[in-house]
């Protein structure tokens, strides 16, 4: 567990990064088989104009082009946030055998909370999934940008 919530620590903090351009607070790392960083991103749609800009998106394909592979089966994916639809699908596509996230996210969420993507029978490849790793601290970091952006709408 201690490697997770390392891990956890360092998507937490490049999660503060997007939100300091603009973007959802959402932090993604990608753990090699040995517990190394291969890959770390947050969210980048604001800074982009990316819609496919999802933290794990971005952290999927960094960690490919460190292995030169699209296949990432001795991987750990670790997010601060319950991955959407786009981003399971994106997870189960490159093999990563097991996802750690943080909060769940009961709008969007795709690996329990409105869809279980990734461990839907139907499909050829269904990773681990650890749940619930720093949650508060990934809650709380959404919960104030939200706070925070309606303030500015409502004020602004």
Do not use: Y
């Not at 990064?17 to 969210?43: C, F, H, K, T, Y």
């Not at 999934?129 to 970091?141: K, R």
């Amino acid at each position: 567990m201690p490697v997770w919530r390392h891990a956890m620590a360092q998507a937490l903090d490049v999660a503060r990064r997007a939100a300091a351009w603009g973007d959802v607070p959402i932090g993604a790392v990608i753990l090699g088989s040995d517990g190394e960083i291969l890959s770390q991103a947050g969210n980048e749609r604001e800074l982009t104009g990316d819609p496919t800009a999802h933290a794990e998106v971005l952290a999927i394909r960094r960690a490919a082009e460190v292995r030169d592979s699209w296949r990432l089966g001795d991987c750990t994916l670790v997010v601060t946030l319950e991955p959407c639809t786009m981003c399971a699908g994106t997870i189960v596509a490159a093999r990563i055998p097991k996802v750690v996230f943080g909060a769940f996210d009961p709008k969007a969420g795709a690996v329990s909370s409105l869809f279980d993507v990734m461990r839907d029978p139907r499909l050829p490849h269904r990773p681990e999934v650890v749940t619930g790793v720093m949650a508060e601290e990934s809650a709380t970091l959404l919960r104030e940008f939200f706070e925070g952006h309606r303030a500015c709408t409502v004020d602004g």
